[in-house]
C-alpha cells in the first residue's frame, strides 16, 4: 500500500516554455498530457510556473518552475519501486541539463543538482 508521504515536490529551472517541459517530462515517463498534468501509471505529475521566480537565482526556491510528483491511483508497486521510479525520472532530466532540486521527507534518496 502507498502511503501519502510519497508526494515530492520538484524545483526544476530549465529555459523552456512550460508547454515545451510538459511535453518533455511526458514523453520521459510515457505519460499523458492533460492542461499542465502528466498523468501514468506512476505518477501524477503537475508542473507549474514558480511565481517567486528569480531568474538566474541559485536559490532553489527561486527556480523557474516546480513539479508537485503524487503517487497514481494506479500504481500498484512498493514505496521503494516509487522512489526508484521518480529517481530515474529526476536523473533523466538531469542528463537534459536541467536543474532539480527534490523537497520532501526522502530528498536524500533522490539524486539532484
Known amino acids: 500500500m502507498i502511503v501519502d508521504?510519497?508526494?515530492?515536490?520538484?524545483?526544476?529551472?530549465?529555459?523552456?516554455?512550460?508547454?515545451?517541459?510538459?511535453?518533455?517530462?511526458?514523453n520521459i515517463i510515457q505519460g499523458d498530457i492533460v492542461l499542465n498534468q502528466v498523468r501514468s501509471n506512476v505518477f501524477d505529475l503537475y508542473i507549474k510556473k514558480n511565481e517567486f521566480e528569480v531568474e538566474g537565482s541559485a536559490d532553489f526556491i527561486e527556480f523557474?518552475?516546480?513539479?508537485?510528483?503524487?503517487?497514481?491511483?494506479?500504481?500498484?508497486?512498493?514505496?521503494?519501486?516509487?522512489?526508484?521510479?521518480l529517481a530515474d525520472l529526476i536523473q533523466r532530466m538531469l542528463n537534459l541539463g536541467f536543474k532539480v532540486i527534490p523537497a520532501c521527507s526522502f530528498e536524500d534518496e533522490l539524486p539532484h543538482s
Open 64 to 85: 523557474r518552475f516546480y513539479i508537485e510528483a503524487e503517487v497514481s491511483q494506479q500504481f500498484k508497486g512498493t514505496p521503494l519501486e516509487y522512489k526508484k521510479k
Open 5 to 26: 508521504d510519497l508526494y515530492c515536490k520538484l524545483y526544476l529551472d530549465a529555459k523552456i516554455e512550460r508547454r515545451l517541459l510538459v511535453e518533455i517530462i511526458a
